[in-house]
């Protein structure tokens, strides 16, 4: 079952059901479920945004696990409810997936841009611009177990807050990015004391005292950072990659951000004995030479496209290949998911009808010849030949011709009796 949502909607979310936003809308409160567990609930966003209202105590759009798509949010004169972590989305402890979502809230202390606190979620191809207070994460907020892919953040990140997932996070994050400053004791992917897994992200916001261009202070746990970069510039005792006190395992990571008193290009001041660096290293300024030399997926040619990295010049910075894919997607999808409905209905439409018309009308001209043959091939083409045999025995009635000769013989004979 489809349903369209306007300003008359009634807000109660029915298992089993597709929701179509039809128009930007404003909401003083977020939906409710009928059914807590959000069973086969979509909502397609069709590229539209939901504004938070005059609501200083919002608890999430979704409090089920709704699978949701290509829909913003923003906030007028509303904040996060303090206190229970939601993020700008989906409420806190709420799992369910997001798609080409965008957050331009200000994420409060705990809270998340697309997902609250303790979220198992998945979020694909999603963005927030809101700046983050502190323990937050532009995309999951603190103690995540979700995922993020594709994911990026350039809202200002608070103290041991995060670009992507908030402090105390366990998910995994692959081929995410942050441009923002990083707070004391953050991180661009990862906050204060993860214990996560980052592939092929990277970090260009400076970055605090103690803080980590891709994970925070004091992580926990069997942390993994692979094939990463930064190139933020990194506050006292911070780290290009992860922050003061690293732990874990650190693979093919690059650093080009300036460094200051205590601070390291890969870790940062005080690295726990367990840490384990594989093939990583740092230089004064980006260089393409160096960063083949430490990062994998990159372009053969500058510019280039490389099956991670893409080049957009010589000795400037790589940028996410699948980024690049994927905005180009978010605007197609954005752009397209709208008349995600028309076109289909219209296209199966359009198609009947051309089938139709170019038949009829073509049956004049190249249809009927063809269609004559092929499914008449005894009766058209015999049928017409003997008619046509017919009337060329009608020329046999040139007996009129004999008859006109007797006649003129009878004159003749009349003529040479007058005569004699």
């Known amino acids: 079952m489809a ?87 989906f409420g806190s402890r709420i799992d369910g997936t997001a798609t080409n979502c965008t957050n331009k809230g ?9 997902f609250g606190y303790a979220s198992n979620g998945t979020a694909l191809r999603c963005s927030n611009s809101g700046a983050i207070s502190k323990h937050g994460g532009g995309i999951f907020g603190p103690n995540a177990r979700g995922t993020a892919t594709n994911c990026y953040n350039t809202g200002v990140i608070g103290f041991r807050a995060s670009g992507i997932m908030g402090n105390y996070s366990n998910g995994t994050a692959t081929n995410c990015y942050n441009t923002a400053a990083i707070g004391e004791t953050g991180g661009g992917i990862y906050g204060y004391q993860a214990n996560g897994t980052a592939v092929n992200c990277y970090n260009t916001g400076a970055i605090g005292v103690g803080a980590g261009g891709i994970m925070g202070l004091n992580p926990t746990g069997n942390n993994t950072v692979i094939n ?10 911070g780290g290009g990659i992860i922050g003061a ?15 200051g008193s205590g601070a390291g290009g890969i870790v940062g001041v005080r690295p726990h004995s367990a840490i384990i660096t594989n093939n990583c290293g740092s230089s004064n300024g980006w260089s393409d030479s160096a960063a083949i030399q430490y990062l994998t997926g990159f372009p053969i040619m500058t510019p280039g496209t490389g099956e991670i990295w893409t080049s957009v010049g010589s000795n400037i910075p790589f940028v996410l290949t699948i980024n690049q894919t994927t905005t180009t997607t978010t605007t197609t999808t954005t752009t397209t998911t709208k008349p995600t409905t028309t076109p289909i209905t219209s296209t199966t439409t359009t198609t009947t009808k051309p089938t139709t018309t170019p038949i009829t009308s073509t049956t004049t001209t190249t249809t009927k010849p063809t269609t004559t043959p092929i499914t008449s091939t005894t009766t058209t083409p015999t049928t017409k030949p003997t008619t046509k045999r017919k009337k060329s025995k009608k ?24 005569q004699k």
């Open 245 to 259: 006190g690293a732990k874990g395992t650190i693979t093919n990571c690059y650093n080009t951000g300036t460094i």
């Open 3 to 89: 349903v369209n949502v306007g300003a008359t909607f009634n807000g109660v979310l029915v298992k089993n059901t597709t929701y179509n936003l039809t128009s930007n809308l404003n909401l003083s409160t977020g939906f409710s479920c009928s059914d807590t567990s959000g069973t086969n609930i979509v909502f397609n966003g069709n590229g539209f945004t939901i504004t938070a209202v005059s609501n200083p105590n919002w608890n999430g759009l979704f409090p089920c696990d709704v699978s949701v798509n290509n829909l913003g949010m923003d906030s007028s004169g509303s904040s996060l409810k303090a206190g229970d972590g939601p993020g700008w989305f």
């Open 228 to 237: 990463c970069y930064n190139t933020g510039a990194i506050d006292t005792d």
């Open 106 to 114: 200000p994420i409060g202390e705990d809270g998340g841009g697309i």
């Open 395 to 418: 020329p046999k009635k040139p007996k009129k011709p004999k008859k006109r000769s007797a006649l003129h013989a009878r004159l003749l004979f009349f003529a040479t009796r007058v």
